[in-house]
């Protein structure tokens, strides 16, 4: 049975940092692992993906190299480091898996996802 669980998440003020894990028991293939957030009111979107070999790194304009990802597969753990927070990154912060090699940044191409882990950030 294949299980995500996120930890790390919690409340900080602006400009603080956080570093988010994602455990993953079970097979979950060989696709890309990836960070999504939703913020209230608003759709899933995408943050970060990596490869399962860790030599492709998948990243979105608006985090302007805050937000760092890395894996360490004999602890089949990923890890989300996330630097000079801002108010507007408040979210619940889900990690997923594709089971097969797909485009990193599309929500549906992921087939396992975690339970989410809430970050708050104020002002």
């Known amino acids: 049975q294949v299980q995500l669980v996120e930890s790390g998440g919690g409340s900080v003020q602006a400009g603080a940092s956080l570093k988010l894990s994602c455990a993953a028991s079970?097979?979950?293939?060989?696709?890309?692992m990836g960070w999504f957030r939703q913020a209230p009111g608003q759709g899933r979107e995408f943050v970060i993906a990596?490869?399962?070999?860790?030599?492709?790194?998948y990243n979105t304009y608006w985090n302007k190299g805050r937000f760092t990802i890395s894996s360490d597969n004999a602890k089949n753990t990923m890890y989300l480091q996330m630097n000079s927070l801002k108010p507007e990154d408040t979210a619940i912060y889900y990690c997923?898996?594709?089971?097969?090699?797909?485009?990193?940044?599309?929500?549906?191409?992921?087939?396992?996802w975690g339970q989410g882990t809430q970050v708050t950030v104020s002002s």
């Open positions: 997923a898996h594709q089971s097969t090699p797909d485009v990193a940044g599309l929500e549906r191409t992921y087939a396992y």
């Open positions: 079970g097979s979950t293939g060989s696709g890309y």
């Open positions: 990596i490869s399962r070999n860790g030599l492709e790194i």
